[in-house]
């Protein structure tokens, strides 16, 4: 078997894993702290909450995770859970969205992480083991040296919800 070949099982297991651990559901609450509120200010979250309103998280299109990969950060605690699997999947297609959910998982050494526990925290046990499945994949399939020490970052961090 080659490698490509093994390549695409292990993608293929993991988008099964990210369909079996995130429900497909349409969010309820806020999306982002800013729904409603119109202006130059908001036009990132207003352009989200657009996107994003009234659907499930297999509805989102790819082209728009591929536009917005850095957006996440941006949604409500509870849409953060609902749609992060938009993103992990499509992570797994596109190298830039991958490392964008690498990336917001890396606290900077006397960051505080607050903001993103808060987040880790609404997912469940079997959420986070994929999220920590992806981390892995990421960091093993990269040729960038910096980037499987941002994974290894990362993992360590989100490894911490998975001990909870």
């Known amino acids: 078997m080659t490698q490509q070949n093994d390549d695409g099982q292990a993608t293929q297991r993991l988008r099964a894993d990210i369909r079996n651990a995130f429900p497909v559901v349409v969010h309820a609450g806020p999306i982002t702290p ?3 509120k119109s202006g130059e ?12 309103h009234g659907k499930a998280w297999p509805e989102i299109p790819a082209r728009f995770v591929r536009a917005n990969s850095m957006a996440l950060v941006m ?4 849409a953060f859970g609902v749609y992060l699997p938009a ?19 890396c606290n900077e050494p006397g960051e505080d ?15 986070n083991e994929v999220l920590q499945a992806l981390l892995t994949h990421w960091g093993e399939t990269t040729s960038s040296q910096a980037l499987r020490e941002s994974v290894r ?6 490894e911490k919800f998975l001990e909870e």
């Open 75 to 78: 949604l409500t605690e509870e």
């Open 153 to 158: 970052r990362a993992s360590e961090y989100v």
């Open 113 to 127: 992480p607050s903001y993103m526990d808060r987040r880790l925290q609404h997912l469940n046990h079997q959420q």
């Open 41 to 52: 200010d908001y036009d990132e979250t207003e352009l989200l909450y657009e996107a994003l």
């Open 34 to 36: 800013a729904d409603g």
């Open 87 to 105: 993103w992990l999947n499509e992570g797994l297609t596109d190298q830039e969205v991958g490392e964008a959910v690498v990336y917001m998982f």
